[in-house]
C-alpha cells in the first residue's frame, strides 16, 4: 500500500547502496545493478539521468536514462538517450512508481534538450508512456539486429520537434551499455 509520501529526486553519490538494493531487488539478480554501477561512471553515457522514487524515506523504484549517438559520421550529434533500466522493488509494483518515473525522467529530459528517447522493452507496456514501436522501422537501427519477433520491442519516443524531421540512422550506446551482452534475451 503506498503512502502519501511518495516523492522523485535525482540521485546522488550517496545513493549508490540504494541503487544496487533496488535494482536487485527489482530484477532479483544483479546484472542490472552492475549494469547502473558502469553506467554511473561511464563518461560516454553522459549527460546522464538517475532518479529515484521514494516511500518517506524509503528508496523504491530507479531508473536510468543515459545518452546514445547517432552512428552516421554527422560532426554535430544530437542529444539522445536510452531508458533502461527501469526498476521498481516488488512489493511496490502495479502502482504507477514505474509510470511516475518514466514521466519525470521525460520531462527533465526535454528541460536538458534532449531530443530523442530509445528504449527495448516489453511491448505493452512502454507505449502507454509515449514510446512508438518498432523504431527501426523509423530509420533507427538498434545496437544489434533485433529479431523480426521482437522488433515493436525497440522504441523511439520523441522529446522535441518530429521524429520524421530527425537525421536517422544506426544508435550507438555509451561503452558499457554498447556492450553485445546487454543486447541478447
Ligand atoms: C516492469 C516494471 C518496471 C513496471 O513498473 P511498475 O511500477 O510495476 O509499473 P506501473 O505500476 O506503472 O504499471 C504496471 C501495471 O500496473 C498498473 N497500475 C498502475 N497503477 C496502478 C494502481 N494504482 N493500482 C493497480 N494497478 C496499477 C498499470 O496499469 C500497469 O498495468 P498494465 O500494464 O496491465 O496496464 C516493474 O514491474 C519492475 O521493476 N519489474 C522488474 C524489472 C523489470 O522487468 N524492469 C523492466 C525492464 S524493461
Redesign the pocket.
Known amino acids: 500500500m503506498l503512502t502519501n509520501k511518495i516523492y522523485i529526486r535525482e540521485s546522488q553519490n550517496e545513493d549508490f547502496q540504494d541503487i544496487m538494493r533496488v535494482e536487485e531487488l527489482?530484477?532479483g539478480y544483479p546484472k542490472e545493478a552492475q549494469l547502473c554501477a558502469d553506467l554511473l561512471e561511464d563518461p560516454s553515457a553522459k549527460p546522464l539521468l538517475s532518479l529515484l522514487a521514494f516511500d518517506g524515506n524509503k528508496a523504491i523504484?530507479h531508473i536510468l536514462f543515459t545518452r546514445v549517438y547517432l552512428d552516421n559520421r554527422a560532426s554535430n550529434q544530437p542529444l539522445l538517450h536510452i531508458l533502461?533500466?527501469?526498476?521498481?522493488v516488488p512489493k511496490?509494483?502495479?502502482?504507477?512508481?514505474?509510470?511516475l518515473l518514466i514521466q519525470a525522467g521525460v520531462q527533465r529530459l526535454k528541460a536538458m534538450g534532449s531530443e530523442l528517447l530509445f528504449?527495448l522493452?516489453?511491448m505493452?507496456?512502454y507505449p502507454?508512456h509515449g514510446f512508438i514501436p518498432d523504431a527501426g522501422a523509423m530509420g533507427f537501427q538498434a545496437p544489434y539486429p533485433i529479431p523480426a519477433e521482437f522488433a515493436n520491442a525497440w522504441m523511439v519516443q520523441s522529446l522535441k520537434g518530429e521524429i520524421a524531421e530527425k537525421p536517422k540512422g544506426h544508435i550507438l550506446c555509451s561503452h558499457e551499455l554498447n556492450k553485445e551482452e546487454h543486447w541478447r534475451e
Not at 93 to 99: D, M, S
Open positions: 527489482a530484477f523504484g533502461a533500466p527501469l526498476a521498481i511496490y509494483q502495479k502502482q504507477g512508481i514505474g509510470a528504449v522493452g516489453h505493452d507496456y502507454k
